[in-house]
């Protein structure tokens, strides 16, 4: 009888935090040239994350979905027409591999980037995943979308339905 109370009682507050952590950003058509979204705060997570949005571009330049003020913490990036991720522990980054796939086809894609424990995840329009395993922690934080930051790879293309989850230990389950 107490843990249904309890549950009743925290369920609407576990659902209201989820809420608040899985906020939604709209970006359309960011020129390539000049045009970003600054993060009022940044996004870092010390545990398990993921980072989905959709994006179209026909751009072969190296252009940033996600940066991190050139901190050596995190990209998510397309680099000679695939996506790629970087994740660092802001000396170097020791996470860095590729999604064989070109995205530079001018179609939408949906990409997925995913961190859990030591697998980091890269999933193409809900293909197969392609994965690096890299001991080591590492807090990932990003402070820019659609640029690095004081860089000068802004994505040229659109960027939509971006979200980052923190992925790490629930309190509670439900």
């Not at 705060?41 to 179209?56: C, G, I, R």
């Not at 990932?140 to 802004?154: E, F, K």
Request: aromatic residues 10%; positive net charge.
């Amino acid at each position: 009888m107490i843990r249904s109370i309890t549950r009743a009682i925290t369920r609407p507050i576990i659902r209201a935090i989820r809420r608040a952590l899985e906020k939604t950003r709209y970006l359309i058509d960011l020129n390539g040239t000049n045009a970003y979204y600054e993060l009022a705060q940044p996004l870092s997570y010390a545990n398990d994350f993921k980072f989905e949005f959709e994006f179209s571009t026909s751009s072969a330049a190296q252009m940033d979905f996600v940066g991190d003020e050139n901190a050596l913490k995190l990209r998510l990036v397309i680099v000679s027409d695939k996506l790629k991720m970087l994740v660092g522990n802001g000396t170097t980054f020791v996470v860095n591999f590729e999604h064989p796939a070109i995205v530079t086809d001018g179609a939408i894609h949906k990409a997925l980037f995913r961190k859990s424990g030591t697998t980091y995840t890269i999933v193409l329009d809900g293909g197969a995943p392609v994965t690096s395993v890299v001991a080591g922690a590492v807090t990932p934080l990003a402070t820019h979308i659609g640029q690095r930051g004081s860089d000068t790879s802004y994505f040229n293309g659109i960027i939509a339905n971006f979200k980052g989850t923190d992925l790490g230990p629930q309190l509670f389950t439900t």
